[in-house]
């Protein structure tokens, strides 16, 4: 269940983050869309029962899909953050996106808001929520709920648990500054916005 739940997270930030993308275009839209609608349905009874062929079938689908979305598309600040984690310490890489994820959301969010208003990729997190709560007046922060309500179900650990502590902070913020992923987030986040997504993941 553990392996099931870290890599359906990744499969899920990586339909995410693709679909919020600076880099975001129509084909790679339809591969989100459809992989974060299996995701929302089956991550959580493939989970619950290693042997539900038809929500490992989704899982397998939308992994696939998030894999062909970011190919093409990119992804953002939680894998920017994931891979410099995943390389200092001994933590599975899904498990560190989703500890991310949230936070990385909800950070992008607000400094969309505040910085770009006009962007459309505002809507696209509101269609985010409506796709992963099935509520067709979900908005942006219930998507984010919903995210972090299904990482605690699957006891996904904060980043404490792997090691990572507050004086690493400073030198993960430089490595992900600069980290491929990162260049694809949707809007440019200072040092201090990623300082503070780090902190709340551990």
């Not at 502590?165 to 980290?179: F, G, S």
Request: some cysteine.
């Amino acid at each position: 269940p553990e392996v099931t739940a870290s890599t359906g997270l990744d499969a899920l930030t990586q339909l995410i983050e693709p679909f919020t993308s600076v880099r975001a275009n129509p084909l790679t839209d339809g591969f989100c869309r459809e992989g974060m609608g299996r995701v929302a349905r089956s991550l959580l009874p493939a989970c619950e029962n290693g042997a539900n062929v038809a929500a490992r079938t989704d899982m397998a689908l939308a992994s696939l899909l998030g894999g062909l979305a970011l190919a093409n598309a990119g992804l953002g600040a939680a894998h920017g953050f994931a891979g410099p984690v995943g390389g200092m310490f001994p933590a599975p890489h899904g498990a560190v996106c989703a500890a991310f994820l949230p936070h990385v959301m909800a950070a992008n969010i607000h400094a969309l808001t505040e910085r770009a208003p006009d962007s459309p990729t505002l809507n696209r997190y509101d269609e985010i929520a409506r796709i992963l709560t099935g509520d067709r007046a979900a908005r942006a922060a219930d998507g984010i709920r919903w995210v972090q309500a299904l990482t605690a179900q699957l006891r996904i650990p904060a980043l404490g648990a792997y090691g990572v502590r507050v004086e690493d902070v400073p030198a993960l913020v430089e490595k992900t500054l600069v980290a491929s992923s990162t260049k694809a987030n949707p809007i440019v986040l200072t040092r201090e916005e990623l300082t503070e997504i780090l902190l709340k993941a551990l």
